[in-house]
């Protein structure tokens, strides 16, 4: 894909959840802030909407109700991803105690993470049946992977704006160094 095109499809995706409930949102939202800085201007929802309405080839009909549909659970994905991501850290924190790190304390960050990781699949599953009312398997299926692709690239730039390659053990990042 087109850098481009991928620019365009991950800034429509950040902002497809909003386009719905816009006139109830302040204009400078930290997603619009987001969005600006893929896209290097900020550009017209429905410009960014028409890009995936295009891209999955989608009706009118289809279009509305895939903006509906993502509206309902981007507030409930974003807070599992803050609680996740708040969560990892806070691990990483424990675990660097090194010996001095309390076993039932990470035992309970394990087995919170797990019921994160629960709930966001159960929020995929909801999602993709009430998207499976209107679009074929195939657009879910290119959906899905859109959304993907956008989480990563979001992920990535807050790596970067945050001034590090990935958490250690993810792909394209530095591992955890050897203990000295």
Do not use: C
């Amino acid at each position: 894909m087109r850098t481009r095109d991928w620019r365009v499809l991950t800034g429509a995706l950040l902002m497809l959840g909003t386009t719905t409930a816009g006139a109830q949102a302040p204009a400078d939202t930290q997603r619009d802030r987001v969005s600006e800085r893929v896209m290097g201007a900020r550009p017209s929802m429905d410009r960014l909407a028409e890009a995936v309405k295009r891209r999955l080839g989608l009706n009118e009909e289809q279009a509305r109700r895939l903006r509906d549909a993502t509206a309902r659970y981007a507030n409930e994905r974003q807070q599992l991803f803050r609680r996740e991501r708040a969560l990892r850290r806070e691990m990483r924190d424990e675990l660097a105690r090194g010996s001095a790190a309390q076993q039932e304390r990470v035992g309970r960050m394990l087995d919170s993470l797990l019921g994160i990781q629960r709930s966001r699949m159960e929020l995929v599953s909801a999602e993709q049946r009430d998207l499976a009312r209107f679009l074929t398997p195939i657009q879910r299926a290119e959906f899905l992977a859109m959304q993907e692709r956008a989480f990563r690239a979001a992920q990535q730039m807050r790596m970067q704006r945050e001034g590090r390659a990935g958490e250690p053990g993810e792909r394209g990042s530095p591992r955890r160094p050897p203990a000295p």
